[in-house]
């Protein structure tokens, strides 16, 4: 598998990722994910939409938690025509049990724990250190025509994305 080029680290320490680089401008990589009703869920089935795709490691921590919630509370704003998804290799039980307890019913949360397809078309599969197999917090923004317009690896895993840029980023689709 190919390592990525982006260069992140973990409480400081550097960690590698797997995966292919999804650059900007070219066609957002298709992928099958898992719902929390435990369907399959294509990428490729929002073409007409604008999508942002907000990656983190695990819903159960602070950072993803606010994350997740900063980005329920923009959807509302952002209208019909955007779709936020949060993706994470949480199971889908626990995403489910996630947004009921806080409340998140704009953002849908989908899995890549099966087989890490996600992580590994967009380059942002974590290998290595004390976290492996997890995803590196980072955002995608892709066009109503399936083309990615933003891209935003975060570079230290414990940090929140620049969420200004994200918003600016779908305003301007």
Known sequence: MPQATATVTLKGN??????NDAAVGQSSP??????NDLS?????????????????????????DAQTKKFNQEATKLGNDVVVLTVSMD????????CGAA??????????????????????????????RILARSIFVVDANGV?????????????PK???????VKKL
């Open 91 to 98: 199971l889908p039980f626990a995403q489910k049990r996630w």
């Open 103 to 132: 409340g998140v019913t704009r953002v849908q949360t989908l899995s890549d724990h099966r087989e890490a397809a996600f992580g590994k078309a967009y380059g942002v599969l974590i290998s290595g250190g004390p976290l492996t």
């Open 40 to 64: 399959e869920f294509k990428l490729s089935s929002l073409k007409g939409k604008k999508v942002v795709i907000s990656v983190v490691p695990s819903l159960d921590t602070p950072v993803c």
């Open 148 to 160: 990615l317009r933003y891209k935003q690896i975060v570079p230290e895993v414990t940090m929140e």
């Open 30 to 35: 298709d992928c099958t994910l898992v719902a």
């Open 14 to 19: 550097p960690v590698t990722l797997l995966g």
């Open 163 to 169: 969420y200004d840029e994200v918003l600016a980023a």
